[in-house]
Structure formats: structure tokens, C-alpha cells
């Protein structure tokens, strides 16, 4: 996701070596049941523009305590950057707030996405402890030269739950966390002031309002920030505020001075202010304004100092009570740290693999971690949270927690799927949370949802299929009836926000944007309210998809015919004679006709090219093939976009005829071969990507993260099945990096074992499912629903036999 958006803003990216444990690459490793934990590697994903950020939180955690680094360490200005993007020196260094090359540290931030695009988001109260005096204002100071600090990666350790950094200022910080609270262990150098600056109206993207209090006598500090502006640097449709994250902080050290400062005043003695950095003229944090507090510690008893943290979106009170319950005083920080691991492994345990090189199994488990860290708790212990219509809410009935943030163009794809096979019930609580979103925002759902904040990134109607994915595999907690009718009344009514083109491109503000024109010309015209319409007319079919899908499962059988019926619309915008090459689908005009068309352009499409759009009907696979000239056609053109003219793969940095599985648009595509009869080109073309895109470094993640989907994508291509119907549990199988997975989840596991698995051996030679012989190249939803065993014999040479007959492909769906 956001690549596009990347592009616009001209992010510089560091490009580094390899890491770590390189010398038992070709070592396997035997099984991890015990403390896949210990496997993780958070600085996987931190440059490259994975996003991701290496702090210590929990699976789903509200609380994510992690570095923040300005934006100008140590990149240069460069040639024909605009200058009021090249001197925002307030812009952190990458939107999870951590880039890997970066080598300077603002702060430690409370909250904070996960792998996403744009400017970033949250990053709220960054704590920074420094050592020196407070003689000028903070807010002066945005790029960290006086208060912040440089650092070395030698001094730096990141653990599941766990991250420690020695500050080239002496100090060494410590973080670990609850659901909903953190600790803090900050050890100051001896004989020098120790100082904790809380920033609090910093945010990543600014604020335009912030409070602070700081009582010397309890030894507490406490406040809040308001923010929003997610991507708010587009346009002005997000450059606002929409939510309030409370804090309250207890130390353990006597507090020996306080002070604050409002924009470019500095107050010492005080112990109260306020003010937000506003968003400045174009969405960034402007220089000189904001305010926040300090205190000097007392640290001759010890130089440690200890603070526990809590926080809430509803109030002080609540982020207090929050903090009792979870992190109540006298716990030490290794009680917490300890916790935390063992959470991480309740976790991930869920997931237990044999086999494998010690550098796939660490990506491997970082994948999973990344991929349980894109939601975001956002209730409270007593199960109150801040609702879209600005009124507190309460959860009820099955519900157990309210989740926020909704990256819905990226996880419907295969995070939502993995959340509910692992955890059905939390996904079900997902799905319940997204409807409660929807009926507090008057019954529309919006496809980026950030906290209290309808954001309206990217394109197309993802709640649909992600309500259906999550019902799919197992999450049905949730009121399934009231979630149908609401997702079919929006996609049968047009509402204003429907026919309004603000925001757009990049955010319109409508659950179905022009669905006006989707009702009467049965595609999304040039000039409609999109960013992109042929991109639009996809996304849309394959949510009447999930709709239809939705419908069978309520028993609705004319909405599920007809939805169906809707979801082949993408028909009328393949255009037979688009290149003397053949068919794609493009851009059409309302009047029918067709524009111009480069097939290697992303004309009408939104972070991708025709090409890698054209194989984007992932439920009729076999009506594309047809619209394409049969499966000769088809499989010449899905090998022309998989294949150099040498025979190499093309997965990725080839250009806009091949695949680019860095992005979504891409990566459902290496599957399609499952469909044409050639599943050893999927089994090719997966392994390729693990063993080349993915590594166990920093730039190890392809691309944006986007709240774990890529990481998701990772996970089921390691195991050798991929989710690829929108909306279906039916799994298309690839083959397993592992010799054996066991699945754990409510019910029957799943075990799949692989004979002969390893790195240079992804070929099916043959598969037997619950002992009985297979030469489907799929699973059934059964099979997800009761589980079993799946037996893989694998060799380092493609089996053109076996899954190849017409009846071995996966199913498609159409009238």
C-alpha cells in the first residue's frame, strides 16, 4: 500500500547489508516449539520501506513503545525535492517512526502503525531522556540535534516484547510492554542531570492539541495528545484531528526539578501546559510550535529510573485504571519484559515448524509476529472505548474488545484470513468492531479506519470482503446478519458521500465511490469519482463477490445470485483489441468507448500497471483465461509476465509487463498457474520470492508492510497454501519451506508435513490429504473448518504430472 503515495512524497530510502546468524544459513534447524519468541527479529522490515518498527508491544497490543528518528539523519537535501517537503525537518524518518539508516533518536513513542505508507501516524507521547540542561524550548528543535541523541546499531538489541538502545549520550533505555501499558527502564550516566522530556504534543504527524501535568509530589506525569492527519499531507480531507490518546506515567525516582514549554517559550519551574504543533500549511509539523514538560530525576540512589505507563483513548482516569490492572505498582520491569515473551509465545506457538535454515525460521516468525500486530487494541479494561460519533461506547455480548485500525485495501487479502485460522474469535471480535464503526458512521464502512478516524485511504469497498474472510475461516462471534444487511445496503444505495468527489483520489470520502454510475453502466467510467476506475471496477467486483458469499452463508440465495451476477462486471471493461498482443482490462469512457492504452502504465489503476492489474479476478479465474482466448492464450500470458525472454523469473524490479510481488496488486498472481494446470510454476515462482525478497535483515520485507499483509503473504507461502478467493476458505497450494507445520487452533489442528522440504526443493512430486492419494492443487473450505493432515513429497525438480488434469484446478466462480 501508499506506494504511489511514497513516490509523491520522495522518500529517500537506506539500503543496507545483511545481519546476524548469516553463518548458519546453510545449517537446519531443528523443531522451535519451545520459544519461537526468541526467534523474532523486529529490525526485519525497518528500511527498505518495509515501516515496521522495532519496539516492544503485544500481539494486538494498544501500547507500542518505539524509537523515533527525524527525518534529516543523516539524509542530504537532494536536487529537485520541493522544498517544503526537503525542510520538514519534524517528518519522522519513516512512517513506523524507524528507518534503519537513520542514526538519531527524538524519543520513544507510546503508540504507532505498523508498516504503513504516507507521512506515518500516531507516533504519540515520545518520552526521550536526556542529559544536559533545559536552557531553549524543544519545540526548536525538531530535528533532535540538541535533544535527541545519536546512536549505534551495536548497542541496540530488539526482542519480541523486549528493546534496549545505548544513547551516544550515555544513557541506555529499556522498553517492554502490556496491552495497554509499558515500562520504562532508563539508566543515566553518573555525575550528569537526568532529565525526561516528554514531548507530548508531538505526534508523528502533529497535533492540535496537547495537555501536560506534572505532580513532583506522586511522582506523576500525565496528559494527552489530540491528533488524526494520517496522510493528511495529500489533501485536506485528513488534515484533522480525530482522536485524544491519554496518558498517565509513575516513577520510581524523586522528581528534583520540573518545567515546560509552550512553541518557543521555555518555563522552568512549572508544571503545566499545553498546545498542539498544528499541521502547518501543508500537513507537516511545522518548526517552533507545540509544547510538553520535563522533570529532573533524582539519581543517587540509583541510576536506573523505572516509570510505568498508561494509556488510554477515552480518558486519564480510564488510562489509570488501565495501568492498575495491567502494571499495577510495585511490578518490576523483568516481571513485565517476562510476561511479554511468554505472550509473544502464546502467540506464536500457534504456528510450530520443523525444519529450515535458522534464517527461515526466524523470517518465518517474524512474519507471524509482524502479521498479529496491524490491528490495534482500543478499548479499555472496563470495555468502554471512544466510538466514530464521538460518544462513548461500551462492548457487548460475545464481544470481548474493540479493535481500530482498518487498513482494508491491504488485509483483506490474507492477514484477516490468517487472524481468523489462528485466532477466530479475535477476528471475530474485528469483525463486530468494523460493524460498530459502521453503525456509529450512520451505517457506512470506511476502508482506513485510524482510531476514533475515518480516513478513506486508497481504493475500492474492502470491508466486504474482509467481514467475509473473517466468517470464512472460523470468526463468527460477531452479529453475521447485521454486518450482511449493512454491507448490502451500502452497495445498493447510493449515499452523498457516494456521489461526492472529495477527497479524491487518494481519499474519497465514500464507502462506494460513484456507485451511481456502477448501478447503470455496470463499471466505474473515466472522470468518476476514483482514483483509479479500472483499479475501482476490480475492487468492486470483488466485494459483490464477498457480498454474494455472505449471502449463501445467511441463506439469502437471490442476493447471492445476484451479486454474483454483479461481480462479473469487470467483463465490461476488457477490451479484446487493447494491444495487437491481446486483450486487457483498462479505463472506459461512460459512452463505451476506450481511451488510450499502455498495457506498462498505471493509468486507471492505483500502485500498479495493467499488466499486473489484468490477473486481479481472483474468483473467476477461469473466466479470465476464457476472456483471454482459452488456456494456451492464458498461460502464454501469464508466462510472459512471470518470465523473462532468458527463462529467469520476474517477481519483482522488472518493469510494468511483470509481476511486482513487493505490492498487493501483485501477489495473488503466482497462484494462477495452480488454475492453468501448471502448479510447479506456482511452487516455482513462490520459493523464488522467499528465498530472494524476504531475508533476515532490515531491508529484509518487500516494500510497505501495510499491518502485516505482506508479512501475512509470507506466512501462508511458507507453509505451502495461499487464501486466494475473497471471501472463500478454499486454500490453492504451493509447496511447504518446512519438513513439517502444525497449525493449532479451536477444534482439529492441521499438520502438514513435507518430505524432502528445503530451500532448493519446492516441486510436488505427490500429496496425500488425511492419508488418501491428492492431485487437487487445492484444499476445500472443509478442510479449514475440521482440519487434517496434508502429506507433501517434495524434490528439487518441477513434476509436470501430477496436478496438471482440468479437474485438479481450483474452483471458479461465475453464473
Not at 526467534?39 to 503485544?58: F, R
Not at 519480541?160 to 501499558?181: H, Q
Not at 529450515?356 to 470495555?383: C, I, K, P, R
Not at 474482509?466 to 447510493?494: H, M, R
Amino acid at each position: 500500500m501508499f506506494r504511489a503515495i511514497m513516490l509523491r512524497a520522495l522518500v529517500v530510502l537506506g539500503m543496507l547489508g545483511c545481519f546476524g546468524c548469516t553463518s548458519s544459513f546453510c545449517q537446519t534447524s531443528k523443531s522451535t516449539n519451545g520459544d519461537p519468541a526468541s526467534l523474532v527479529n523486529p529490525l526485519i522490515g525497518t528500511t527498505n520501506g518495509g515501516n515496521d518498527y522495532p519496539g516492544a508491544t503485544l500481539p494486538l497490543g494498544m501500547l507500542a513503545w518505539s524509537p523515533e528518528e527525524p527525518r534529516n539523519h543523516p539524509r542530504p537535501k537532494k536536487a529537485g525535492v520541493p522544498g517544503s517537503m526537503r525542510d520538514d525537518r519534524g517528518r519522522p524518518a519513516a512512517p513506523g517512526g524507524y528507518e534503519y539508516s537513520a542514526d538519531r533518536i527524538s524519543g520513544f513513542s507510546l503508540t504507532h502503525l505498523m508498516g504503513t505508507g504516507c507521512a506515518g501516524a500516531s507516533g504519540d507521547i515520545p518520552f526521550m531522556p536526556y542529559v544536559g540542561v533545559m536552557d531553549s524550548s524543544p519545540a526548536d528543535d525538531a530535528g533532535a540535534e540538541k535533544y535527541g541523541s545519536t546512536f549505534s546499531h551495536d548497542n541496540e538489541t530488539a526482542q519480541a516484547g523486549y528493546y534496549k538502545v545505548k544513547l551516544d549520550s550515555g544513557v541506555v533505555a529499556e522498553l517492554t510492554a502490556t496491552s495497554r501499558t509499558g515500562s520504562g527502564r532508563f539508566t543515566y550516566p553518573k555525575g550528569k542531570p537526568a532529565v525526561m522530556l516528554i514531548r507530548s504534543a508531538y505526534s508523528e504527524t502533529g497535533s492540535t492539541d496537547a495537555h501536560i501535568h506534572i505532580d513532583a509530589k506522586t511522582r506523576t506525569v500525565s496528559g494527552s495528545v489530540t491528533s488524526g492527519n494520517f496522510c493528511g499531507y495529500i489533501g485536506t480531507a485528513d488534515r484533522r484531528s480525530y482522536y485524544t490518546l491519554y496518558f498517565v506515567a509513575h516513577f520510581d525516582a524523586p522528581f528534583l526539578s520540573t518545567g515546560t514549554w509552550q512553541d518557543s517559550a521555555v518555563k522552568p519551574g512549572t508544571s503545566e501546559a499545553s498546545g498542539g504543533t498544528t499541521y502547518g500549511e501543508k500537513g507537516f509539523v511545522p518548526s517552533g510550535k507545540g509544547s510538553g514538560g520535563w522533570v529532573v530525576l533524582d539519581t543517587a540512589k540509583s541510576a536506573a529510573v523505572g516509570v510505568r505507563v498508561g494509556i488510554s483513548y477515552l480518558s486519564e482516569q480510564n488510562a489509570e485504571a488501565n495501568l492498575r490492572a495491567e502494571n499495577p505498582g510495585g511490578t518490576s520491569f523483568d516481571a513485565v519484559r517476562e510476561r511479554a515473551h511468554a505472550a509473544w509465545n502464546q502467540s506464536l506457538r500457534r504456528m510450530q515448524i520443523e525444519g529450515g535454515t535458522h534464517d527461515e525460521q526466524v523470517v518465518f516468525y517474524t512474519a507471524l509476529y509482524h502479521s498479529l500486530m496491524g490491528e490495534n487494541l482500543y478499548s479499555d479494561v472496563d470495555g468502554r472505548y471512544f466510538g466514530m460519533d464521538g460518544k462513548v461506547h461500551q462492548v457487548a455480548g460475545p464481544q470481548k474488545a474493540q479493535y481500530s485500525t482498518f487498513s482494508g485495501w491491504d488485509v483483506y487479502r490474507s492477514q484477516l484470513q490468517l487472524l481468523a485460522l489462528l485466532e477466530p474469535d479475535v477476528a471475530g471480535d474485528f469483525a463486530q468492531s468494523l460493524l460498530n464503526q459502521a453503525n456509529q458512521n450512520g451505517g457506512e464502512w470506511d476502508r482506513w479506519t485510524h482510531n476514533a478516524g475515518l480516513t478513506h485511504v486508497m481504493n475500492g469497498d474492502p470491508a466486504a470482503p474482509a467481514v467475509a474472510d473473517i466468517l470464512a475461516f472460523g470468526g463468527k462471534n460477531f452479529e453475521v446478519k447485521a454486518a450482511y444487511q449493512s454491507l448490502l445496503k451500502a452497495a445498493t444505495v447510493p449515499t452523498e458521500h457516494d456521489l461526492s468527489n472529495e477527497g479524491c483520489e487518494v481519499e474519497c470520502v465514500g464507502q462506494r465511490p460513484s456507485l451511481d454510475k456502477w448501478l447503470s453502466l455496470h463499471y466505474i467510467p473515466v472522470g468518476a469519482n476514483a482514483w483509479g476506475p479500472a483499479a475501482d471496477t476490480l475492487e468492486d467486483v470483488t466485494a459483490d463477490f464477498a457480498i454474494s458469499e455472505l449471502a449463501r452463508r445467511v441463506g439469502d440465495e437471490a442476493n447471492r445470485k445476484q451479486f454474483l451476477e454483479r461481480a462479473q462486471y469487470w467483463k465490461n471493461i476488457f477490451n479484446p483489441q487493447a494491444t495487437p498482443d491481446g486483450g486487457y482490462i483498462q479505463n472506459r469512457n461512460a459512452d463505451g468507448s476506450w481511451p488510450k492504452f499502455d498495457p506498462a502504465s498505471d493509468e486507471g489503476f492505483v500502485e500498479g500497471s495493467a499488466a499486473q492489474y489484468l490477473w486481479m479476478v481472483p474468483f473467476n479465474a477461469k473466466g479470465l483465461f476464457t476472456m483471454l482466448g482459452g488456456m494456451d492464450k492464458a498461460s502464454e500470458r501469464l508466462n510472459a509476465f512471470f518470465y523473462n525472454p532468458d527463462g529467469s523469473l520476474a517477481v519483482t524490479k522488472s518493469g510494468g509487463l511483470h509481476a511486482e510481488l513487493d505490492n498487493e496488486p501483485s501477489i495473488e498472481t503466482p497462484w494462477l498457474f495452480d488454475f492453468l494446470g501448471q502448479p510447479w510454476k506456482t511452487q516455482e515462482a513462490v520459493r523464488k520470492v522467499l528465498n530472494t525478497i524476504w531475508t533476515n535483515s532490515p531491508k529484509g520485507m518487500p516494500g510497505n508492510d501495510d499491518l502485516g499483509e505482506m508479512s501475512s503473504w509470507y506466512v501462508w507461502s511458507a507453509i505451502g497454501m495461499y487464501p486466494e478467493i475473497p471471501g472463500r476458505a478454499e486454500l490453492v497450494l504451493g509447496s511447504p519451506l518446512f519438513s513439517k507445520v502444525t497449525i493449532h487452533r479451536p477444534g482439529r489442528d492441521i499438520v502438514i508435513n513435507a518430505s524432502g522440504a528445503g530451500t532448493s526443493s519446492p516441486y510436488v512430486q505427490a500429496l496425500k490429504v488425511n492419508g488418501q492419494n491428492w492431485t487437487k492443487t487445492w484444499l476445500p473450505e472443509s478442510f479449514v473448518e475440521r482440519g487434517g493432515t496434508v502429506d507433501f513429497n517434495l524434490t528439487g525438480t518441477p513434476d509436470k504430472r501430477w496436478g496438471t488434469a482440468p479437474e485438479d484446478a481450483p474452483p471458479s466462480f461465475e453464473p
